[in-house]
């Protein structure tokens, strides 16, 4: 099992930047790609950014710009870590984000998930 807990969120006014962590513990060994996740009042959960072991990313394209990812995690750590860098926030960023873990398919591609923190974007 993984374990994710967030840290980070809070008011930020529009324009300004804002970092949320993430760690990861447990059987981190299993993860693949880690990655953030939204969820607006009304909407549906999507997806913010991914990184994977490789360093690959991917955004989604209203954050694309930016928002930035980047993970750290020493080799053997018993923990991973991975933030997200908010810059030029902008009111429709309001969303409890969620950090997400997916483990390699040999694991059965399993998704983790934290219990959210709220970012509200407003001045």
């Known amino acids: 099992q993984v374990q994710l807990v967030e840290s980070g969120g809070g008011l930020v006014q529009p324009g300004g930047s804002l970092r949320l962590s993430c760690v990861a513990s447990g059987d981190v060994f299993r993860i693949a790609v880690m990655g953030w996740y939204r969820q607006a009042p009304g909407k549906q959960r999507e997806l913010v950014a991914t990184?994977?072991?490789?360093?690959?990313?991917?955004?989604?394209?209203l954050v694309k710009g930016r928002f930035t990812i980047s993970r750290g995690s020493d080799r053997g750590s018993a923990e991973d870590t991975w933030s997200l860098q908010m810059d030029n926030a902008k009111p429709e960023d309001t969303a409890v984000y969620y950090c997400?873990?997916?483990?390699?398919?040999?694991?059965?591609?399993?998704?983790?998930w934290g219990k959210g923190t709220l970012v509200t974007v407003s001045s």
């Open positions: 997400n873990a997916e483990s390699d398919h040999y694991y059965g591609g399993m998704h983790y």
């Open positions: 990184i994977t072991n490789g360093d690959i990313t991917k955004y989604a394209d």
